[in-house]
């Protein structure tokens, strides 16, 4: 069964700092993998995903994430936070259905 | 193009009334998904479609809860009775069609946010 695990529920940076939020996952089979960024009040919203191409994968607003298979992990990066990046974000992996991590809160103060 | 659309947007309601909550798909996608989410459980799948049909109802928490989509740009969920410990955010999403060996994306709709009185 697939399973993931997002290391942290709450993760504050500094503008301007590195932004790093980590996922593990657990999957009998090659997976699909997911990273979702949701804003107050807002449903949720795909910044990359892991579909067995490229082992590092860009998205959306700056963010790209490596997938590590002998490390189990697909973690979330962004060189430089921006007070924009604050909110949730999810990392799920695909099983029969989309098993989503229970998030980590990203604060970014001035 | 338009994104998942969720109608209403807030609901608020009294314990033991009917409650309804509405969902369009984006035009073309096959696989329509519903998801409750809250502080204590998180996000969580109640029931999914692949051209209309349910294939996987193993989250709907119980009888009091029931999805139909009676065509493919609509759904429906409804709760009856509705309970206080159902207040939540409820999310619809979509995807152009839901298999194992596909990694197509799930595209969610803002959510209706369900307070139970």
């Known amino acids: 069964a697939q399973s993931v695990t997002q290391l942290g529920s709450h993760v504050s940076v500094s503008e301007g700092a590195l932004v790093l939020l980590r996922c593990n996952y657990s999957s009998s089979v090659p997976p699909y993998l997911f990273w979702y960024v949701q804003y107050p009040n807002q449903g949720l919203q795909l910044l990359l995903k892991?579909?067995?191409?490229?082992?590092l994968v860009k998205g959306i607003n700056g963010f790209e994430a490596e997938f590590k298979k002998s490390e189990t992990s697909f973690h979330l990066t962004k060189p430089s936070a921006h007070m924009s990046d604050a909110a949730e974000y999810f990392c799920?992996?695909?099983?029969?259905?989309?098993?989503f991590g229970q998030g980590t809160e990203l604060s970014v103060k001035p | 193009d338009a994104g998942v659309i969720q109608s209403p947007r807030h609901e608020v309601t009294e314990m033991g009334q009917e409650v309804t909550l509405r969902c369009k798909p984006i035009?073309?996608?096959?696989?329509l998904f519903w998801y409750r989410q809250t502080m204590m459980r998180g996000l969580e799948l109640l029931i999914y479609?692949?051209?209309?049909?349910?294939?996987?109802d193993s989250g709907m928490p119980e009888d009091r809860f029931s999805a139909k989509m009676p065509n493919a740009s609509f759904s429906t969920l409804k709760i009856q009775p509705s309970e206080p410990r159902d207040s939540a955010v409820y999310f619809c999403a979509s995807s152009f069609i839901w298999q194992t060996d596909r990694g197509d994306t799930q595209y969610f709709g803002p959510g209706t946010r369900l307070t139970v009185l």
């Open positions: 892991y579909t067995s191409a490229a082992t």
């Open positions: 479609f692949n051209n209309n049909v349910p294939i996987d």
């Open positions: 035009s073309g996608h096959n696989s």
């Open positions: 799920a992996v695909k099983g029969g259905k989309l098993i």
